[in-house]
């Protein structure tokens, strides 16, 4: 059965971010990040779609939904949004030579690399 609270602590403990932290984020106090992660409390539409971009996935995986990739670009800079959006670019180019989509492989480093970027 899909769990939203476990994925949501699943992502927050991932990155090594708390439930103050997570909760300033999203300008919510840590005790509702606690009903979130216990499942006592969902969070609305706007609030889920912050969750997936400060932790870089899909709506999909938050609605337990498969995806093939998503990434966000929350935190960065604009040169360096600039900077993942020419690797994403540069990974499609090569793809569209061969006729495949990126990999989730590929959507990896590039999440990868747009995390390292916001610390």
Excluded: W
């Excluded at 690797?87 to 006729?99: E, F, H, P």
């Excluded at 495949?100 to 999440?111: C, I, K, N, P």
Aim: glycine share 6%; aromatic share 6%.
């Amino acid at each position: 059965m899909y769990d939203l609270g476990a994925l949501i602590r699943s992502l927050r403990k991932e990155r090594k971010i708390t439930q103050k932290k997570l909760g300033e984020m999203l300008d919510v106090t840590e005790g509702t990040i606690s009903k979130y992660e216990a499942n006592t409390m969902t969070p609305p539409f706007e609030t889920l779609r912050s969750i997936a971009s400060i932790f870089n996935v899909s709506m999909d995986t938050l609605c337990g939904m498969k995806h093939q990739g998503a990434l966000s670009t929350h935190g960065l800079t604009e040169a360096q949004t600039e900077t993942v959006k020419a690797l994403v670019d540069a990974y499609r180019i090569k793809n569209a030579q061969t006729g495949r989509q990126l990999t989730q492989e590929q959507f990896a480093v590039l999440g990868k690399i747009t995390a390292e970027l916001t610390k």
